[in-house]
């Protein structure tokens, strides 16, 4: 178990790391992730994300299994019978699953979000290779350099922040004090709930400057 | 329910219709038997749907009656619905199964949407409802039909697109207007002696609740304006800023103005009394 536990680790480790936080108008994410095609931080359903760091193909298979599992759910009930919560312990009976019975576990980390119409109420689910489930409130960070990187958005961090504030806030705290990361290092995406049924936004790299 | 994990053979990939086929519902159910009883006095049917284009994408209307036989069974159903973003879709038929399709359908969209990181084109979303259309047509046999339009601005080709369909699934694109149910044909006189090419949003609106005012007039299956219950046509433009309701007073007003004109041509005292 523990070879596992240090297999899925390293793996996760080898990637870079992402930060998401409770702002003005609901869930900021930032990832550093120089793609811009392949995505870390994704759309579930009409209040919940998805993000995920370490090995892409297998994050980005969760992340299906995740839509398949909220829109089935929607049509078969009604679209606010859709959850994090469930879709948290879904999600954690896979990993847990993966990692006690497979051959290998999944190296990766996710993360399920979920905001409400009230500002407070925004719920963060960090859920690990092993399906550890976290339920975190203010801001959560995923990926191998968490602990350094949770130190700088805490000291940072305020409730009601605007978007400007979070952006700042998430990309000094991902750099850490010996690197600087440009626009194009990040991937930014927010769940804000002034925009309708569809809450999430994608903000294009050419777009984060004007935030 | 539980997170469904496939073999690459039958992964649904980015189809919601075979995940929902997968997961044990058939959304097309065939019917048991032929026609079994089942009359159209029986089913609630919706009925005029109209759409055209003008120089910024597309209008598409719908009145608000659904008809049992000769009875009125709702007066304010909707049935023009927004697809996504940039398209919608208006039925007529049989109400549950279309009002099904729709519901099928925009989740179709919204679901490929999410899995492949990117809208399905224009076209795609025609061709999407032609195939659900195509697993209808045993229930369209047995009286269950649905006959929609489908209105979307292409983002590609920057310009308004109409698909008229059949119930076979039988796709036609059309260049300037399209119209469908048991009122289509008043209506589509209306908007065919109406139309110019590169109409305002505001004069494609007044056309299109002209032409629902003359079908509600003639057919008595469409609804017109109901003034008494405040229920009015839905009307919708799709452009490049997306699809956008039109309000009620708005709706309205138009409306009002084509009585008045209506109310002065017939006065009792303006000529022939009949």
Do not use: W
Not at chain 2, 22 to 38: H, S
Not at chain 2, 67 to 74: D, V
């Amino acid at each position: 178990m523990k070879d596992r536990a240090d297999y899925a680790r390293k793996g996760i480790a080898r990637g870079r790391s992402l930060v998401a936080m409770a702002y003005e108008d609901g869930i900021f994410i930032c990832a550093e992730n120089p793609s811009s095609t392949l995505h870390k931080v994704s759309e579930i359903y009409d209040r919940i994300a998805f993000a995920g760091v370490g090995k892409y193909n297998e994050f980005d298979q969760l992340r299906i299994a995740g839509v398949r599992h909220a829109d089935m759910k929607g049509f078969t009930y009604s679209r606010e019978d859709v959850e994090a919560r469930s879709l948290a312990n879904q999600y954690a009976q896979m990993l847990g699953q993966t990692f006690t019975h497979e051959m290998k576990p999944m190296e990766v980390e996710i993360l399920v979000a979920e905001i409400t119409d009230t500002p407070g109420e925004e719920q963060l689910f960090h859920i690990l290779y092993d399906g550890t489930v976290m339920d975190q409130r203010d801001f959560v960070v995923l990926g191998g350099d968490s602990e350094a990187i949770s130190g700088r958005v805490k000291e940072g961090f305020s409730a009601g922040m605007s978007v400007k504030e979070a952006l700042d806030l998430a990309r000094s705290a991902l750099a850490g004090e010996d690197r600087t990361l440009e626009d194009g290092d990040l991937e930014v995406a927010m769940l804000d709930r002034n925009r309708g049924r569809r809450t999430f936004t994608r903000i294009a790299d050419d777009d984060i400057s004007s935030l | 329910m539980n997170i469904s994990g496939f073999d690459p053979t039958d992964d649904p990939g980015s189809d919601f219709t075979r995940l929902v086929r997968q997961n044990g519902t058939e959304p097309f159910p065939a019917l048991p038997g032929r026609n079994d009883g089942i009359t159209a006095n029986d089913i609630t049917h919706g009925t005029t749907c109209v759409a055209v284009r003008y120089s910024d994408g597309v209008v598409i209307a719908g009145d608000r009656r659904a008809t049992a036989g000769n009875l009125i069974s709702h007066r304010s159903i909707e049935k023009v619905f927004a697809a996504d973003r940039h398209s919608a879709v208006a039925i007529a038929g049989a109400a549950g199964p279309a009002v099904e399709m729709v519901r099928l359908f925009q989740l179709q969209l919204e679901h490929y949407e999410k899995v492949e990181g990117s809208p399905i084109s224009l076209e795609g979303k025609a061709n999407q409802l032609s195939q659900m259309l195509r697993g209808n047509l045993p229930a369209a046999m047995s009286g269950l039909a649905v006959v929609p339009i489908f209105a979307g601005y292409d983002l590609a080709r920057e310009s308004g697109r109409l698909f008229e369909y059949d119930i076979t699934g039988g796709r036609y694109e059309e260049a300037d207007y399209a119209a469908t149910g048991s009122g289509s044909l008043h209506a589509e006189t209306v908007i065919k002696v109406g139309y110019r090419r590169d109409m305002s949003a505001d004069e494609a609106i007044t056309l299109l609740c002209e032409s629902l005012f003359q079908a509600a007039d003639a057919d008595s299956a469409t609804g017109g304006a109901d003034t008494l219950r405040g229920i009015y046509p839905i009307v919708a433009t799709i452009s490049s800023d997306g699809f956008e309701r039109q309000t009620d007073e708005v709706v309205g007003s138009k409306f009002a103005e084509i009585a008045d004109r209506f109310a002065e041509n017939h006065r009792s005292d303006s000529g022939v009394q009949l």
